[in-house]
């Protein structure tokens, strides 16, 4: 079993920032590859960004160049540093991790295993 908590959320105004942060528990976190989603309202879960246990990133082209994905594997951690934030940015955010696959990046939700509770982000125009 993994447990996964999310913090970092909160209002923003446009062009602003939120370093969101995830910690993992109950397992080896080093090993996991590990993703960020996102739900806005009446919309589906989206992908954000991936990374593997070894730091390779992948984002989605809609957040690419503004968010970066990391981790720190000693605090069991991953982060998501969401720069110049737009109001279609708005929505709830997800971390999620990866144990019944290899080492990859994945950018589908069926692939991640185990989620988070989110934490919401509201970017005001």
């Known amino acids: 079993q993994v447990q996964l908590v999310e913090s970092g959320g909160g209002l923003v105004q446009a062009g602003g920032s939120l370093r969101l942060s995830c910690v993992a528990s109950?397992?080896?976190?080093?090993?996991?590859?590990m993703g960020w989603f996102r739900q806005a309202p009446g919309k589906d879960r989206e992908f954000v960004a991936a990374i593997t246990f070894s730091g390779h990133s992948t984002y989605a082209d809609s957040v690419k160049g503004r968010f970066a994905i990391s981790r720190d594997n000693a605090k069991n951690t991953v982060y998501l540093q969401m720069n110049s934030l737009k109001p279609e940015d708005t929505a709830d955010y997800y971390c999620a991790a990866v144990l019944s696959r290899g080492p990859a990046l994945y950018t589908d939700d069926f692939a991640y295993d185990y989620w988070g509770q989110g934490t919401q982000v509201t970017v005001s125009s």
């Open positions: 109950g397992r080896t976190f080093s090993s996991f590859p």
